[in-house]
């Protein structure tokens, strides 16, 4: 007989008999919502992927199976569904639960500042908070200067590079990224949002392919050190090792951004990247940087600010050794 100890921490599986089971006895949406909320609770699931609890992760997923807005009225919620559609939905919430496969990726897409954008296990879900930043037109440093060219550096989806070009309609707008895969999505992106005449992507290791000076400089690019790698929750393993892990400290890729990104900033130009979890060892091996460490009202943490004028006021500091 199996201890208590082992029981505990097997991890929860939705079976064939509990989909059958639900399948032949629950009949509205109302029940499929209140039973996928069930069962995503007894799996221990993450949500971080857009949803950060059961009910609007399992809202999410039987939306997108029966093809219905996530806002649908609460009127519909007794709504039958036929058995085709049941056995849809029940599908959708196994794979969520038995392959801790994140939402978006069953979906097939993500929301980014109010934007929706097509995603799969090419790329790195967005959850940026870099957005609150784009809506905020980068102020107060931007103020009232004119934003020609703006870099979107490790660009994944291209979600941070879209919206910005979205933000600033007069801005091109260049997405660089190593990984072609990513770069194919991303320019399924630009062109759902109709963004080909000023958003180009480019295979790129990091400035490789960047020509001449950006306004803006932006990246989120993979920063997650060795022991977050280790404890990472199984969801992110679906996500693509290479926008993820960085090194021992996670800076690996942002040591060589710092020392590169003032040679293509514009003079009054701006540079912002998202490091994470990593920040406090930037600030350990940067200690002379006066890092702009930004606050989010819609959480987030770990994205730095500089100027063109502070990068070269730490050139030598931030010179590869």
């Known amino acids: ?7 505990d921490t097997t991890p929860f599986v939705l079976t064939p008999e509990a989909c059958e089971e639900a399948l032949n006895e629950l009949s509205t949406l109302q029940d499929m919502l209140r039973w996928g909320i069930s ?3 007894k799996a221990n699931l993450f949500f971080g992927h857009g949803t950060d609890n059961s ?5 999410m997923l039987v939306t997108h199976a029966l093809d219905l807005p996530w806002s649908i009225d609460h009127a519909w919620q007794n709504a039958k ?3 085709t559609e049941r056995q849809t939905v029940i599908e959708l919430l196994a794979r969520r639960i038995n392959e801790r496969m994140p939402t978006p990726y069953l979906t097939g897409e993500a929301w980014f500042y109010e934007l ?7 790329v790195l879900i967005p959850r940026s908070p870099i957005a609150e930043l784009i809506a905020a037109r980068f102020q107060p440093w931007i103020g009232s200067k004119s934003v020609h060219r703006i870099l979107d550096l490790c660009t994944g989806c291209g979600c941070i590079g879209i919206a910005c070009a979205t933000e600033f309609p007069d801005a091109h707008v260049e997405l660089l990224d190593i990984s072609f895969e990513a770069l194919t999505l991303a320019d399924e992106n630009i062109g759902r949002h ?6 180009m992507a480019l295979q790129s290791d990091l400035f490789e392919a960047a020509d001449g000076k950006y306004d803006i400089i932006v990246s989120n690019p993979p920063y997650v050190d060795a022991d977050d790698m280790s404890c990472l929750p199984e969801e992110f393993h679906n996500e693509p090792e290479l926008a993820l892990a ?3 400290d996670g800076l690996d890729l942002v040591r060589i951004m710092l020392a590169q990104a003032r040679q293509y900033l514009a003079d009054d130009g701006l540079f912002i990247v998202e490091v994470g979890n990593s920040w406090p060892a930037l600030e350990d091996a940067y200690p002379m940087v006066p890092f702009m460490w930004q606050e989010f009202e819609s959480g987030g943490h770990g994205v730095f600010v500089l100027t063109a004028d502070q990068l070269d006021e730490c050139a030598a500091a931030l010179a590869l050794k």
Request: glycine share 6%; no cysteine; proline share 3%.
């Open 81 to 83: 569904l036929t058995r």
């Open 55 to 59: 009910r609007d992760d399992a809202v």
């Open 194 to 199: 109709q963004l080909g005449d000023r958003v």
């Open 39 to 41: 069962q995503m609770n």
């Open 116 to 122: 929706p954008f097509i995603v799969d296990e090419r």
């Open 1 to 7: 007989m199996s201890s208590i100890l082992e029981s």
């Open 246 to 248: 960085a090194g021992e």
